[in-house]
């Protein structure tokens, strides 16, 4: 069995913003609405500015699962922290329970990114690229590129190899030591995060940044 996440090399990223851009591309959300965001924090100490993503984390132990009122939200079939959009009621119950705000409401009324058009670039929509108005939607790991093997479209997208796409449960040689090093946003939430970071100048454990 599998279990994905994502391991984030602070030191390396220099925030061109391709990964979220690429995941934007990838989901075509609606204008206004990003599942994955880069942020800046400033370590003065150390005089260095560091950049980092935050997205959904898809915790072990996700606060906003055990609050939905109609479980709309469940695991994918590697961990992945997933949302039923056909069983969503729009509460917000998952937005205001999440340590880390990834949960996202489209109040604009326009369900993908190009509204009612469709480009001629794209022929038609993929299930993935299609969200209801109103009700939650967050990162989704990229579960339908994950389950034929193929590496969430921020990872892909990351020209400098500041992302690492890992299996937890069968990590390859050389993510091990990633995984050892890396540490959750956060870690005083309790969620034990999936998505992991490693950084000399940033404190990522003792953080709490919000998508």
């Known amino acids: 069995m599998s279990r994905f996440g ?8 220099v925030g061109c913003h391709a990964c979220a851009i690429a995941c934007k591309e990838e ?10 965001r880069v942020e800046r924090f400033e370590n003065i100490a150390d005089n260095f500015i560091n950049w980092f993503r935050v997205s959904c984390m898809h915790c072990d ?14 695991r994918g079939p590697a961990g992945e922290v997933l949302v039923d959009q056909k069983k969503c009621i729009g509460c917000r119950m998952c937005e205001r329970a999440c340590p880390y705000g990834a949960p996202k409401f489209n109040a604009s009324g326009e369900t993908n990114y190009f509204g009612g058009k469709t480009p001629l670039a794209i022929r038609e929509l993929e299930p ?9 939607e967050h ?16 990872v892909e997208a990351c020209g400098i190899g500041a992302m690492t796409w890992v299996d937890f449960d069968a990590p390859a040689p050389e993510a091990e030591k990633l995984i050892a090093a890396a540490k959750p946003m956060n870690a ?20 709490s940044p919000r998508v």
């Not at 990162?139 to 921020?154: D, M």
């Open 6 to 13: 994502i391991i984030v090399n602070v030191d390396k990223c």
């Open 27 to 36: 989901n075509q959300v609606a204008p206004g609405i990003f599942y994955e």
């Open 61 to 74: 132990k996700p606060a906003c699962m055990p609050v939905c009122p109609v479980k709309a939200i469940h």
């Open 128 to 136: 993935w690229q299609r969200h209801a108005a109103g009700r939650a």
């Open 139 to 154: 990162c989704t790991l990229c579960t339908h590129r994950t389950s034929q093997g193929r590496p969430p479209a921020c």
């Open 188 to 207: 005083a939430a309790g969620t034990e995060p999936k998505i992991r970071y490693v950084g000399r100048h940033l404190d990522a454990a003792a953080m």
